[in-house]
DNA sequence: TTTAGGATGTATGCACCATTTACATTTGAC
DNA sequence: GTCAAATGTAAATGGTGCATACATCCTAAA
């Protein structure tokens, strides 16, 4: 089981993939460079290529860790959203991650996506589904579940990147978040009448 | 005025900023290295530096020129918009030309920031106004037009991100115009409601 | 009109990077 | 125990940003 001598690492994989996320949380997408990886686990430059295919391989893994943060991240701020102001709370939480976690964040969002990682599709999927299912049970009502969720997701995501682009306030936790409840619940009073705004077009 | 010899190019800045632009339109952000811009502009691989400190400022001169780009093309889809579907028509504009200029805009908004670009700071207050005045003139009994203005730029700007990230269908321009559309409808319907949205809490 | 001097472009070199290919070591299944 | 697959290494290729020293040209002052 346990290697016995120092040429074999023993789980590189992991070890490539907790350095990646620490190199992109130090010094930005920049810093993330399969040879500062390798030269992290302490092995040699080419060693990585075992495991990733290529940097952007190494890159989605990341980014795929990061949407399983993410959705624990808003879990833990609410368990079981039911009501608007809940869904206020994991909207703030998920502009609290991005602020937290910009380089991460990027990565997950603002590079161009590769559609063949499997596992960053269905780690998206999966948020995109959590997002759907909250909406559904905070407006059972609510006819069109899908579109009233991609409305929040999308002024949820708009605001946490222009937070994080430095267009928005961000000097307090407490801006931020009073900003995005603000934004939020001016979009939960329509609720209702989202079904009606699709019909009538 | 024009040189009399091939040593000078002439015009290398405007030269420059045109090959850049071009490279990132046709590979992407990877494809847009100094180097490759000398050799389109058929210029030496460091004759870039006279006119572009390094990398990041011309990056930031063709965002800059994308922000620009981006006010004309949004006041082309309606000159004065006034009303909740002048908004909806710049709305939609505003998703078309990101999904028009993909790498454009993610170099716009998906890149860190500097905040030491003047050109780009400049450029982003500018776009900022630019949305808070339509705001203020479809809603001029609205009285925290900053607070909407954020809201439907963030709402906007998030569906942007997520049609560019695949995360929504974009087969056809129909279907994000709708989508679009509705969303920021939804948006509309409430206005009225968002200061006391936000006065109580 | 001549002639510095600044502006612009070039040549060279360094350090870093991704990726490929060939080779070495270890491990585990048989 | 043997051998093939898995894992790690070494070396080489070609690209990149950028600093430094050098070449050329234009312009404005003398």
Chains 1, 2 share one sequence.
């Not at 023993?10 to 990886?37: N, P, T, W, Y």
């Not at 009501?83 to 939480?93: I, K, S």
């Not at 161009?112 to 990682?117: I, K, Q, Y």
Request: proline share 5%; glycine share 4%.
């Amino acid at each position: 089981m346990a290697q016995n001598s120092t040429y074999h690492h023993g789980d590189l994989r992991a070890a490539c993939l907790r350095a990646a996320r620490e190199l992109l949380e130090e010094d930005g997408s920049a810093g993330l460079s399969l040879r500062a990886v390798a030269r992290r686990a302490g092995v040699s430059a080419t060693a990585p290529y075992r495991h990733y295919a290529d940097r952007e391989a190494l890159v989605s893994a990341v980014a795929a860790e990061g949407y399983r943060e993410l959705a624990e991240h808003l879990a833990t701020a609410h368990p079981v959203p039911s009501t608007p102001d809940d869904l206020a709370a994991v909207a703030v939480a998920y502009v609290r991650f991005a602020l937290e976690h910009p380089a991460l964040f990027r990565a997950m969002f603002a590079e161009p996506c590769d559609p063949t990682s499997e596992e960053r599709v269905a780690a998206t999927a999966a948020i995109s589904e959590y997002v759907r299912g909250i909406v559904r049970d905070a407006f059972p009502g609510v006819e069109d579940t899908d579109a009233l969720a991609t409305t929040v997701w999308a002024l949820v995501h708009g605001l946490a990147f222009l937070h994080l682009d430095g267009k928005l306030d961000t000097s307090t936790p407490e801006v931020v978040a009073d900003r995005v409840r603000a934004s939020v619940f001016a979009l939960f009073a329509v609720a209702p009448a989202l079904r009606e705004a699709i019909a009538a077009r």
